[in-house]
């Protein structure tokens, strides 16, 4: 499995780094000392980052190994071919202002004031939604289709129509576009339900959505662990209602987990093999299965063996794997090891570091999460040696939430 594969590439390429005090580090100017507008929502991807100010603009930083960024690249992260990356946030090139925005594993992708979807990055899967080898600013998705929202997954995209109709586009070898089969599309196709959706969330190789009804449909890879290891045999062609679901607000879908919110409880299932779940176990479940510590969220993200989320007073939260401190703890705290591997992990939530109040937080296919404060400011923690974390310098790795870099042009 791919995501696996990049995992042990990432903890041989750090073995040894650094440590993740970040005391030492110099003080960043804030976004009002740089004059921009304050940041209304974040968006983690694999190995880059994206946001939109409350005025609608776009930044994005990290790896711009796939033009993910949709700017220039301005710094070189490492000596590969593929080093390129911003380490501060920069305007996404386009006059354009969004209403959403989601970082996917290689493309990004957002919806414009006018419901138009745009994506830009790499397409050799398809997930642009559009038939371009890719595409180093925003370019609009085939078809013509007024959208609610996008979600960008690791191969694929998905979006919602005004309409509430579910489209989907990229890769599908796990019947993870919806379409009842295993056939890839370039451009956007209705998924297979006569549903009617609010929310659509991608993940690796499996989508979830809420419908009008409250009803929780996933189809795609279905990932459960078990001791002996990762069961990748079974797939959802079609969408199938998850058994027990609540009503959920706030759906998201990781690289192997799936959570939401009911009634401010949070909601865990599938794969749990680093305490994703949250449950205080290492076992996997069919169904949505209760956080533990009776905490009262707002949101949730899920991400590629961890989870995050913000509480109702402004805290934020995570579980799962904190190999590279992105559940945001001080280091030592954590004593847990999980799953084969033996990554440090956390099996229920633990509180991130700091004063700091959230409005939300993310935290996707990488190792890094990032929250917008309810002063509109962006921090990043986690791993951060393609930029990722937005710091303005290259960083390791740090539990310490850092304060994102506006780099104004």
Known sequence: MRARLALAAVLAALAGCGSNDASRLPTVPTLDEQGADGFA???????????????????????????????????????????????????VSTALAFRSISAGAEQTCAVATDFTAYCWGSNRHGALGAPDDSALVPQPVAGGMR???VTAGYTHTCGVGTDGTAYCWGA????????GDTTSRLVPTPVATPERFTELAAGQGRTCGRTVSNRVLCWGAVWLYYQSGFDYTRSQLTPEAVPGAPALTD????????CGIADQSAYCWEANSHGEIGDGTTEGSTHPVPVAGGLRFTSISAGIIQTCGTTVDGAAYCWGNDSFGQLGVSPGVLSSRCAIQGLICALTPVRV????????????????????????????????????LGFGKLIGAT???????????
């Open 399 to 409: 539990s310490q939430p850092l304060r994102v870099a506006i780099a104004l042009r």
């Open 251 to 258: 759906l998201t879908v990781g690289a192997f987990t799936t």
């Open 41 to 91: 929502a974040v968006s983690a991807g694999r190995d880059h980052s994206c946001a939109l100010t409350t005025a609608g603009r776009a930044y994005c930083w990290g790896s711009d190994a796939f033009d993910q960024l949709g700017h220039p690249a301005t710094a070189r992260c490492d000596t590969t071919p593929a080093g390129a990356c911003s380490l501060a946030a920069e305007p």
């Open 353 to 388: 570091i700091g004063w700091r109040r959230f409005a939300s937080v993310s935290t996707g296919f990488g190792n890094h999460a990032c929250g917008v404060t309810t002063d509109t400011n962006i921090y990043c923690w986690g791993l951060g040696r393609l930029g990722q």
């Open 172 to 179: 599908n070898d796990r019947g993870q576009l919806g379409t």
């Open 147 to 149: 959208f609610s929202s």
